[in-house]
């Protein structure tokens, strides 16, 4: 199947501080991608879909200045965290789409984020 | 509001006999349904889909069925083996509507007992 690479795997970083993670599609090219967030126990909760060449589209509720999104190449992605607090600490992850319509998302493998 | 749901955190099952997930939906606009499994740190894996013009898909030991009229589908692994212990998630989405974007249920942990 498709693959998607995410980095960083984890990363932990101080309170105050930026963090970027990279989604990329390794084996084809990804017109769509999407952010996901993932508290424990609890499901992945869409953040945003970016479109190449285009501004992403966030969900209610999530800030669009605190987690930036650039899709700037059909298989490159990525999601900057600004000033993250104790509270952004979750599992990230990243999902791409080859088309629109329907067909499956291929998934990173997520990131950890934890901010002390 | 979660829109997709499933109702069981957990099931456990012995090893070779059928493992059940259920999930329900109340969007009457989703047309596509996929079942991922996830392990722990990982991001989910795409396991078998059905468009709403089916009610049966079958891959290998994995089928899912979807019942329209109840709004439910149901993922059947047969026979089931260790390495199916993970978390499985149901996902939907409108995509003939072009909102292409997944939602997802809460996930049941499949544990299968040798």
Redesign the interface.
């Known amino acids: 199947g498709a693959v998607v690479s995410q980095h960083p795997s984890w990363v932990i970083c101080k309170s105050g501080t930026s963090v970027k993670i990279e989604c990329r599609s390794l084996d084809f090219q990804a017109t769509t991608m999407f952010w996901y967030r993932q508290f424990p126990k609890q499901s992945l909760m869409l953040m945003a879909t970016s479109n190449e060449g285009s501004k992403a589209t966030y969900e209610q509720g999530v800030e669009k200045d605190k987690f930036l999104i650039n899709h700037a190449s059909l298989t490159l992605s990525t999601l900057t965290v600004t000033s993250a607090h104790p509270e952004d600490s979750s599992f990230y992850i990243c999902s791409a789409r080859a088309s629109t319509g329907n067909t499956e998302a291929f998934f990173g493998q997520g990131t950890r984020l934890t901010v002390v | 509001d979660?829109q997709?749901k499933q109702n069981s955190?957990s099931l456990s099952v012995q090893e070779g006999r059928i493992s059940i997930l259920n999930c329900d939906y109340t969007n009457s606009m989703f047309?596509?349904f996929?079942w991922?499994k996830k392990y722990p740190?990982?991001?989910?894996?795409?396991l078998i889909?059905i468009?709403s013009i089916k009610d049966k898909n079958e891959d290998g030991r994995f089928t899912v069925f979807l019942n329209k009229s109840a709004k439910h589908l149901s993922l059947h692994i047969v026979p089931s083996q260790p390495g199916d212990s993970a978390v499985y998630?149901c996902a939907a989405?409108a995509?003939?509507t072009?909102a292409?974007?997944?939602?997802?249920?809460?996930?049941t942990r499949l544990t299968v007992i040798p």
């Open positions: 979660q997709v955190p047309d596509y996929l991922y740190a990982e991001g989910p894996t795409f889909s468009s998630f989405s995509g003939r072009g292409n974007n997944l939602f997802f249920g809460t996930g």
